[in-house]
C-alpha cells in the first residue's frame, strides 16, 4: 500500500541512489551530449515506471541534461511508491546522481534545486487574488485556502507561497526568494554566497533555513529539508 513518507524518510529512503529530497519531491539530474540522447534517457526513464509514469514523473529534457521529478499527484507529497519507481529510473538510466561539486565555482554545473517565491503580506487573502491572475497559477494540489501557496499549473515558473507580517517595514524587501538547496550542498552554496560579497544575517533557523543578503540588504533564503517538522 502506497504511503506518504516524512522529509526525512524520504531523504534517506533515496540518498545512495542518487536523488536528493526538495519541497516535497525527489530530484535528480543525468547529463547528457545531444538532445537526442537526452530525449532516449527520458523515454527509458518513462519505460520504466510504467503506468505509473504519467501519476508521479515530471521530466524537464534539455540539450545538456535531463531532470528528473518524482512526486505522487494524488497525496502531493512524496511516497513509497516514489522511492520504489526512483531507484528504478538510477538502474535504467545508470544511476545519475547529483552533479560532483555543484556550485563550487569550478565551472561544473551545479545540480538540482528548486526556487519558491514569498511575498511578506498584511493581508494575504486581500494579495493572493491578484498574484494568481496575473501570473496565471493555480492552487496548489490540496491546498486552496485563501493564504496557500501558488503554483505554475505548467511547472515552469517558481511556486509562490506569502508570509504574514504583523507590521509594515518598507525599508526591508517585501518580496525574497526561497533556494531550496540538497541538505548536504547547503554549506557550500552558503560559502560561495558570502565569497560573492553577500552576508549571513541569519542563521537561527538552520538548517531549515539562513537568511543571506547582498551588499543593499537584499534578502535571499538558503533553505533544506532538514530541521522542518516530519
Request: hydrophobic share 45%.
Given at each position: 500500500?502506497?504511503?506518504?513518507l516524512?522529509r526525512?524518510?524520504a531523504?534517506?529512503a533515496v540518498?545512495d541512489?542518487g536523488?536528493?529530497?526538495?519541497l516535497?519531491?525527489?530530484?535528480?539530474?543525468?547529463l547528457?551530449?545531444?538532445?537526442?540522447?537526452?530525449?532516449?534517457?527520458?523515454?527509458d526513464a518513462?519505460a520504466v515506471c510504467?503506468?505509473?509514469?504519467?501519476?508521479?514523473l515530471?521530466?524537464?529534457v534539455?540539450?545538456?541534461?535531463?531532470?528528473?521529478?518524482?512526486?505522487s499527484?494524488?497525496?502531493?507529497?512524496v511516497?513509497?511508491?516514489?522511492?520504489?519507481?526512483?531507484?528504478?529510473?538510477?538502474?535504467?538510466v545508470?544511476?545519475p546522481?547529483?552533479?560532483p561539486?555543484?556550485?563550487?565555482?569550478?565551472?561544473?554545473?551545479r545540480?538540482?534545486?528548486?526556487?519558491?517565491?514569498a511575498?511578506?503580506a498584511?493581508n494575504?487573502?486581500?494579495?493572493r487574488?491578484f498574484?494568481?491572475?496575473?501570473?496565471?497559477?493555480?492552487?496548489?494540489?490540496?491546498a486552496?485556502?485563501?493564504?496557500?501557496?501558488l503554483?505554475?499549473?505548467?511547472?515552469q515558473?517558481p511556486?509562490?507561497?506569502?508570509?504574514?507580517?504583523?507590521?509594515?517595514?518598507?525599508?526591508r524587501?517585501r518580496?525574497h526568494?526561497?533556494i531550496s538547496?540538497?541538505?548536504?550542498?547547503?554549506?557550500?552554496?552558503i560559502?560561495?554566497a558570502?565569497?560573492a560579497?553577500g552576508r549571513?544575517?541569519?542563521?537561527?533557523?538552520a538548517?531549515?533555513f539562513?537568511v543571506?543578503?547582498d551588499?543593499?540588504?537584499?534578502e535571499?533564503?538558503?533553505t533544506?529539508?532538514?530541521?522542518?517538522?516530519?
Amino acid at each position: 500500500m502506497e504511503q506518504i513518507l516524512s522529509r526525512q524518510q524520504a531523504s534517506e529512503a533515496v540518498q545512495d541512489h542518487g536523488w536528493r529530497y526538495l519541497l516535497g519531491t525527489l530530484q535528480t539530474s543525468a547529463l547528457v551530449g545531444t538532445l537526442a540522447q537526452a530525449v532516449s534517457v527520458a523515454a527509458d526513464a518513462v519505460a520504466v515506471c510504467g503506468d505509473d509514469a504519467d501519476r508521479h514523473l515530471r521530466i524537464d529534457v534539455r540539450l545538456d541534461r535531463v531532470v528528473f521529478t518524482l512526486q505522487s499527484l494524488d497525496h502531493a507529497a512524496v511516497t513509497t511508491r516514489d522511492v520504489e519507481l526512483a531507484r528504478r529510473i538510477s538502474a535504467t538510466v545508470g544511476k545519475p546522481g547529483l552533479l560532483p561539486e555543484a556550485g563550487t565555482g569550478t565551472g561544473t554545473p551545479r545540480s538540482v534545486q528548486l526556487v519558491e517565491i514569498a511575498i511578506d503580506a498584511l493581508n494575504i487573502a486581500g494579495i493572493r487574488p491578484f498574484w494568481k491572475a496575473v501570473l496565471g497559477y493555480t492552487d496548489e494540489a490540496g491546498a486552496e485556502g485563501a493564504e496557500d501557496p501558488l503554483v505554475d499549473p505548467l511547472r515552469q515558473g517558481p511556486a509562490i507561497w506569502f508570509q504574514q507580517m504583523d507590521l509594515a517595514r518598507p525599508q526591508r524587501n517585501r518580496i525574497h526568494l526561497d533556494i531550496s538547496v540538497p541538505h548536504d550542498e547547503a554549506p557550500r552554496r552558503i560559502e560561495a554566497a558570502l565569497a560573492a560579497g553577500g552576508r549571513l544575517v541569519s542563521a537561527t533557523r538552520a538548517p531549515a533555513f539562513w537568511v543571506l543578503a547582498d551588499r543593499e540588504g537584499n534578502e535571499v533564503c538558503v533553505t533544506t529539508w532538514q530541521g522542518r517538522d516530519n
